[in-house]
């Protein structure tokens, strides 16, 4: 290093030197250097002892502050992507067929081409050349060999010498663009990927005359593999969907259907590369209609194509457990690439969608046995008449006949009953039991007439009823419960159960909740039941206004939320629902394919119907 009683360096040697020795140490990309506006703290400068190899002299620290900061606003300066958005959305709607896109970087230099393929959503990057300024003449005789040196020349270092590597830059890019021989009426977008580095930014500027580019473009100092961060904006050409199934309880057919994840028009975010993300709720296939594996599959398509012109995206097999609960994850990246964000293992599925669309049965017969144990709280205001209950009696009976009619002969349903009240506020532990009535394994017809005949008992708590007891019944079904049977509790109500200790507070309210007195742990039975029994859990909620109560009451409402979860973990229904879709719920784990039948692979949808389309047929 020079000592600083000698010659004083140039202001723009400094700051070539700064430039060069950043680059090599991995540039404004390996400091974040953000696109737009200020940093809260700024950048370090690059090492002295290293820029100092590049100077002909010293240079005191005021003048190393003082470039180093003249390095960063000249980077930052004029260094927008306004209109990139638009020369990309002409390209998206087919005003421009084709797009060029020239980036010259401190090293390199390359050209690609962004073209769409008939029916794409998104355009194919093609490179036409790439080369690097070391290949080109005249510059490559004008630059030294030594890599430092051939930086800092052009970086605008050691200005005797650059005067002529100015002209031979201009005169090397010119004649790369026209042994391209690229067509001079496709539209041109120049990246100048060298901010601040006056020689290659002069050079570009020259080009661009002799081009017409529409855009030139000012980047950091960075050369990426591909120069996705500028086609991040494009936006889509059609519609992006996730492509599941669709499982009918109540008759079996399957349909192929589709839910929307980024409309046409959508774009990735230009900073970031990535767009909003989208989850998406879907289940594996029911038992007896699955290999253990699921597939997701994201398809391009316009709203009136047939599932068999519908274009994959990316297609992931996953493992999932049959009947399995879970949530998918989308966001868009650079030229309508989605990524899938999933905590399970998947993998990419190497069957094409026609196949997957067109092996997926469109039937599910051969239903297996369902024991069917229906829980309905029968306490209810007395200010109605009881009329609260009369009708979860009647719903209960709907679903019943609902199911009935779903799994087909009478020998396959089988359906028990238990009617539960409140607990007496007076009653010790085991003085009282809140299961008032019990009726044995019956056909659904049966079940549904026993329902009819019983009658309302008398509401004592505001918040809480006796179905903690529940759970603990089903322990002595068992025996009536057949082999090879689906099971299901379905439970129809509408105060959850009492907490086995620490109730939930009350806050706007006199009467606290009060605990099971007999402490019960439902929680820990339903599991074992769900465990070593396979009950699947369904239930139909008629919520009391507290539950929606999360200002006035959130500790309540929270704990109601947790416990109609438990009970509901295979589907939770609001009072008045479909009985037919309550049925599918509890009856399409039962269904199974013909002998002669394929698997469904798809994952199936979940959720609300109404985000779902069906596919068109054709």
Known sequence: MQSDHGAKVRPADLRAALRVTDLLAGGPAARDTEQDGERSDRPAPPDRYAVARLLPAAAPPPAWRSAWEDVLAQERARRSRAGLGWVLTRLASGDFPALDVLEVGCERLRLHRLAYAPGATGPELIRLAETSWTELAPVSAALPQERPSRLFLLAGGADDAAAGVGAALRSSLAAFVRSTHRDATEPLVLAVRAAGW????????????????LLCLRLPAHWPLAPEDLTA???????????????????????????????????????????PVVRVPVTAPPPGATTGESVAAVVSAGRDEPASRWRSLRIDRLELPPGSRTTLSYSLRGRSRVELGYDGHHEPETSPWTALASSTPRQLSRPCPVD????????????????????????????VTAVQDAVGGEDTLRVGLIGYRDHDPLHRPRDHDPVVHRVGMSAAPDAARALESWRPCPLRHDFATGLEHVPGELPGWR????????????????????????????????????????????????????????????????????????????????????????????????????????????????????????????????????????????
């Open 198 to 213: 006056q020689p290659l930014e002069r050079a570009a500027e020259a080009v661009r005359a002799q081009s017409g580019a």
């Open 233 to 275: 904006e494009l936006p889509l050409r059609t519609t992006v969907w996730l492509a599941a199934a669709q499982v009918d309880g109540a008759s079996g057919t399957v349909d192929l259907v589709r839910r929307p994840l980024f409309p046409a028009g959508s774009r990735a975010d230009d900073r970031t590369a990535a767009g």
């Open 372 to 399: 069917l144990m229906v829980a309905v709280e029968v306490s209810g205001p007395q200010a109605d008449g009881g009329t609260a209950v009369e009708e979860r009696l009647q719903e209960a009976a709907a679903v």
């Open 479 to 618: 025996h009536q419960w057949r082999t090879d049977s689906h099971r299901v509790l379905l439970v129809v109500g509408s105060r959850p159960p009492h907490p086995r200790a620490r109730p939930p507070q009350v806050l706007r309210r006199g009467a606290p909740v009060r605990i099971c007195p007999d402490r019960l742990d439902w929680q820990a039975e339903l599991d074992a039941a769900r465990r070593h029994e396979g009950v699947a859990c369904v239930a139909v909620v008629d919520e009391p206004a507290w539950m929606d109560e999360l200002v006035g009451e959130p500790h309540l409402a929270y704990w109601a939320d947790h416990a109609w979860g438990a009970f509901g973990t295979e589907g939770r229904f609001i009072a008045g629902h479909d009985p037919r879709q309550i049925a599918a719920a509890v009856a399409a784990p039962a269904l199974c394919l013909p002998q002669d039948g394929a698997p469904i692979r798809l994952v199936v949808a979940d959720g609300t119907a109404a985000d779902w389309q069906h596919a068109v047929a054709g």
